[in-house]
C-alpha cells in the first residue's frame, strides 16, 4: 500500500499551489483521506479530511476558507487546493487514509505517505 505526495514547492504568500496524493495497492474508495502537516519543530497537526463519499469535509479553523480539500473520480486520489497561503502553513504535507473517518481525523491512521514539502515565503 502506497500514498504518494506530490505538489509541494517553494510559493509567494498570496498565491497558490495544488497538492496531490494518490493512493495504490488496495481500494480506497470507501477511505476517508486528509492531510497533515508538521513544521520544522512543532508537532504534527491536521489540516483537513475528506469522507469516502466526498459529501463531508473537515478542516483546521487555521486554514478554513483558504484551503479546499476534493478526492479524484476514482477515489483513490485526494487533492489539497491551498489558496492564499501564508509563511506560516511552511511544513512538510502528509497525506492520509483510514476507514475510520474520525481515527484519522485525530491522526492515527492506518496509512500515510512520506511528506511533500510546502515553503511559503513573505
Known amino acids: 500500500v502506497q500514498l504518494v505526495e506530490s505538489g509541494g514547492g517553494l510559493v509567494q504568500a498570496g498565491g497558490s499551489l495544488r497538492l496531490s496524493c494518490v493512493a495504490s495497492?488496495?481500494?480506497?474508495?470507501?477511505?476517508?483521506m486528509g492531510w497533515f502537516r508538521q513544521a520544522p519543530g512543532k508537532e504534527r497537526e491536521f489540516v483537513a479530511a475528506?469522507?469516502?463519499?466526498?459529501?463531508?469535509?473537515y478542516y483546521a479553523d487555521s486554514v478554513k476558507g483558504r484551503f479546499t480539500i476534493s478526492r479524484g473520480n476514482a477515489k483513490n486520489s485526494v487533492d489539497l487546493q491551498m489558496n492564499s497561503p501564508k509563511p506560516e502553513d511552511t511544513a512538510v504535507y502528509y497525506c492520509?487514509?483510514?476507514?475510520?473517518?474520525?481515527?484519522?481525523?485525530?491522526?492515527?491512521?492506518?496509512?500515510w505517505g512520506q511528506g511533500t514539502l510546502v515553503t511559503v515565503s513573505s
Open positions: 475528506i469522507s469516502w463519499s466526498g459529501g463531508s469535509t
Open positions: 495497492g488496495r481500494t480506497f474508495s470507501t477511505y476517508a
Open positions: 492520509a487514509a483510514d476507514d475510520v473517518g474520525t481515527r484519522l481525523r485525530r491522526g492515527d491512521a492506518d496509512y
